[in-house]
């Protein structure tokens, strides 16, 4: 009896909401401001700021790599549970195969030669020497690259572009689009230089992305990203949506008013929230999809909190810096991965590719750094409003995503949705582990667009 009387509460409640709903997504904020900032060490200096652009090469001096090995042989490493696998984080010994590999096999040099091949760049953009990887095409006569600018998330790095840029650089014979590819570094992660001020948040890097592209030449251009990525290219868009071409992203993450009151209707009665199963088992049971974001968000709690405090042991030993990595490119590449001895890890991805971008992090120390985006960041995004996205956008909706946005949600917020496609398979690391799938993706959107603009008077 008292479950009748809730479900028919819970249906008035429905009805109601939907009778609001016109209303609801009609309106929304202003967007913030374009601002300025200044991130680097003391006050901002009153002479012209240096906007050169120099070329960066990738080296280490030999003392960096004496210390690394020594602190490998000299891991203290813990004792596994009986019958344990990834399900309580990466088993010690797992982590005692990578230190052996690691050790023995692993070759760094050869790693730098094919990440010395791109062309790097740093320039000072609000105090901070930024990073990024700059990959030009070759082209045809008359033919023009089009400007695509690829922002990575944590715990990945630029790294994670180095098999997608040659796909997209290429001149293919399907399409006449082709992109010249710049991947910065966010500040803080590798090559980065952090900020040596607080509240550097998703919205000071995105303006000062759109200063990076603007130095380049590019007053106009397309934007992609995923994690981090994805919601540092919505702020280019919501700040600077003149400059922005086209949207793509391998991670929607819209936050809608009364989203939670939909989950809650949704579990109940799915089919008022969304007329396509497939939308419906994307999002229920609400609890069941919650209960698995619980498992693997750990970590974004004590980042948003106390990131300095975990960084200290991070940062400290490569093995504690390989396993807290490792990890999550585990259970975010297939949450199966939990229930498996060696986490799926070698089923996805080689020692050689991942042990390169914890690398990266470890020989630049910029692991606790990186962390603090999320202190910048998770207490804002939880409070800021309902934004609109207006420029033309698109959503690759990989199956083994951490969490997933339907169709009919994303489009409430990105107004100028041209293509939702649900991938065949994929992770979290999107562009790492399924390149050609992405780079199909965009290539499509992108070729739409730029068609539209040709039809458009």
């Known amino acids: 009896m008292i479950f009748k009387v809730i479900s028919v509460f819970v249906l008035l409640l429905a009805v109601i909401v939907a009778l609001m709903l016109g209303g609801v997504f009609d309106t929304a904020p202003e967007p913030p401001e374009y601002g300025d900032g200044w991130w680097g060490k003391g006050e901002k200096p009153n002479t012209p700021p240096d906007e050169s652009i120099v070329p960066f090469e990738i080296q280490f001096e030999q003392s960096v790599f004496n210390d690394l090995k020594s602190r490998i042989r000299n891991t203290r490493f813990g004792v596994g549970l009986e019958d344990r696998r990834f399900n309580y984080g990466v088993r010690p010994e797992y982590m005692r195969n990578v230190a052996k590999y690691w050790l023995s096999s692993y070759n760094w040099t050869k790693q730098q030669e094919e990440i010395n091949t ?76 952090a900020s040596h001020k607080k509240g550097l948040d998703a919205l000071a890097v995105a303006r000062i992305f759109d200063k990076l592209m603007k130095r380049l030449g590019f007053r106009q251009y397309y934007i992609q990203g995923g994690d981090w990525g994805a919601y540092i290219i919505t702020k280019i868009a919501l700040i600077t949506p003149s400059s922005i ?45 919650m209960a698995h974001i619980m498992l693997e968000t750990g970590y974004m709690h004590i980042q948003a909190t106390k990131p300095d405090t975990v960084g200290s042991a991070l940062n400290n030993s490569p093995i504690g810096l390989a396993a807290y990595i490792l990890e999550k490119f585990s259970t975010w590449t297939d949450p199966k991965g939990r229930d498996m001895d060696d986490g799926g890890i070698d089923k996805y991805w080689t020692l050689d590719e991942l042990l390169t971008n914890i690398m990266l992090y470890w020989m630049t120390g910029s692991i606790t750094p990186s962390m603090r985006f999320y202190k910048e960041n998770i207490a804002n995004a939880l409070q800021e409003p309902f934004y609109k996205i207006n420029v033309p956008s698109a959503v690759a909706d990989f199956p083994m995503e951490l969490s997933h946005t339907p169709e009919p949600w994303v489009r409430k917020q990105y107004v100028d949705l041209m293509q939702y496609t649900t991938m065949p398979r994929g992770g979290h690391f999107a562009a790492f582990e399924e390149p050609q799938l992405l780079a199909d993706d965009i290539r499509k959107f992108v070729t739409a667009v730029e068609l539209r603009k040709v039809k458009t008077p």
């Open 245 to 289: 071409l086209g949207l793509h992203s391998n991670m929607a993450t819209t936050r809608l008013p009364l989203q939670p009151l939909f989950l809650m209707i949704g579990s109940y009665f799915p089919s008022l929230i969304f007329s396509s199963k497939e939308d419906q088992d994307k999002v229920f049971p609400a609890g069941e999809k």
């Open 118 to 193: 791109f062309d790097h760049f740093k320039t000072n953009i609000e105090g901070l020497d930024i990073h990024f990887m700059h990959v030009k095409p070759t082209l045809k006569a008359g033919q023009k690259a089009v400007p695509l600018l690829m922002i990575h998330g944590w715990p990945g790095s630029f790294y994670e572009y180095l098999k997608i840029a040659p796909l997209l650089t290429k001149v293919n014979d399907q399409s006449d689009v082709v992109f010249e590819l710049i991947c910065p570094s966010i500040p803080g992660y590798t090559f980065s230089e």
